[in-house]
């Protein structure tokens, strides 16, 4: 089955700091990636989508400049959390499509944030 | 915009004992999921429902979708504790490009 992998798992940074989190399709080609955040306890908030070369398109209320978003290739996407504040400690999670056919979602397995 | 909503948000259950978990949406789909989730975890794909009356069983978990009644259950049979986790309905827009929306999720407590 398709596969997504996420890095890293773990990432504890102070505040002010940036910090990558890297989505990879290891054995499909992902024409679009989402990432989402979930806080402890709630739901899967969908942050942006983001296709192969084009600018990502971002849901209302998240600020692009904040939460970069580049999907440079059809195997991976990466979210830059920008001058991180402990607000924006939570889970994120990416997932990968591959557009024909079904248009399945595959999930990652999550990066949990956490800002001192 | 596509509203989903489930209930209940945290359900406590005995072993054995059997349950359902509810899903309403509120737009037009062309399919809907079950997820687990557990904690610390990502998600588990369970089910995926495309049709009106459709019904999936793996296990314990028994997932149908009523289109017309924009309703979707997962029941749960003769609960067991390793079942404890939280389970979330996710409902695709209409066209094969559409997104997912998330329900808010059940946090299922299956006690000894």
């Known amino acids: 089955g398709a596969v997504v992998s996420q890095h890293p798992s773990r990432v504890i940074c102070k505040s002010g700091t940036s910090v990558k989190i890297e989505c990879r399709s290891l054995?499909?080609?992902?024409?679009?990636m989402f990432w989402y955040r979930q806080f402890p306890k709630k739901s899967l908030m969908l942050m942006a989508t983001?296709?192969?070369?084009?600018?990502?398109?971002?849901e209302q209320g998240v600020e692009k400049d904040k939460f970069l978003i580049n999907h440079a290739s059809l195997t991976l996407s990466t979210l830059t959390v920008t001058s991180a504040h402990p607000e924006d400690s939570s889970f994120y999670i990416c997932?990968?499509?591959?557009?024909?056919?079904?248009?399945?979602?595959?999930f990652g397995p999550g990066t949990r944030l956490t800002v001192t | 915009e596509l509203k989903v909503e489930q209930n209940p948000l945290f359900l406590s259950m005995q072993e054995g004992k059997n349950y359902t978990i509810y899903c309403n949406y509120s737009?037009?789909?062309?399919?809907l999921y079950w997820y687990r989730q557990d904690p610390g975890k990502s998600l588990e794909s369970l089910f995926v429902?495309?049709?009106?009356?459709a019904v999936k069983q793996e296990g314990r978990l028994m997932a149908s979708l009523d289109t017309k009644a924009r309703l979707s259950t997962l029941h749960i049979t003769a609960a067991v504790h390793d079942l404890s986790a939280t389970y979330f309905c996710?409902?695709?827009?209409?066209?094969?490009?559409?997104?997912?929306?998330f329900g808010t999720g059940t946090r299922l407590q299956v006690t000894l």
């Open positions: 997932s990968a499509r591959y557009d024909r056919g079904f248009y399945e979602q595959y």
């Open positions: 054995d499909f080609q992902a024409t679009t």
């Open positions: 983001s296709n192969e070369g084009s600018k990502a398109t971002y």
């Open positions: 737009t037009t789909s062309d399919r």
């Open positions: 429902l495309l049709s009106n009356g």
């Open positions: 996710a409902v695709h827009g209409s066209g094969t490009a559409s997104k997912l929306t």
